[in-house]
Nanobody, 123 residues
Framework: QVSLVDSGGGLVQAGGSLRLSCATS????????GGWFRQAPGKEREFVAA????????YSVDSMKGRFTIFRDNAKNTVYLQMNSLKPEDTAVYYC????????????????WGQGTQVTVSS
């Protein structure tokens, strides 16, 4: 039994920042790879970033490196996504996830999911 609660979304202007949080209950988060995905209406769920169990390694697509940073605090059972220089095209529901395979972009490889938090970036 793993429960994930993601939070921190909101409405921001282009160029602004948000920090998303993903808190776990049940297993300690250090037992899992942490991941973030996003999904806009009518689009496929898109991989954002992943972080290893210890936090010593991260994995993300090149287009999001530099603006988005994933990090974790295992003492707090929390994984974060820091989003800077937000753009309107970043608007989506963002989901945190937990799994066992670090180097994957596939949503189907993550068995545990948060409920999603809405991020809206206005022009």
């Amino acid at each position: 039994q793993v429960s994930l609660v993601d939070s921190g979304g909101g409405l921001v202007q282009a160029g602004g920042s948000l920090r998303l949080s993903c808190a776990t209950s049940g297993r300690t988060f250090s037992s899992y790879v942490g991941g973030w995905f996003r999904q806009a209406p009518g689009k496929e769920r898109e991989f954002v970033a992943a972080i290893s169990r210890s936090g010593d390694s991260t994995y993300s697509v090149d287009s999001m490196k530099g603006r988005f940073t994933i990090f974790r605090d295992n003492a707090k059972n929390t994984v974060y996504l820091q989003m800077n220089s937000l753009k309107p095209e970043d608007t989506a529901v963002y989901y945190c996830a937990a799994g066992s395979n670090f180097r994957t972009r596939r949503a189907e490889d993550y068995p545990y999911w948060g409920q999603g938090t809405q991020v809206t970036v206005s022009s």
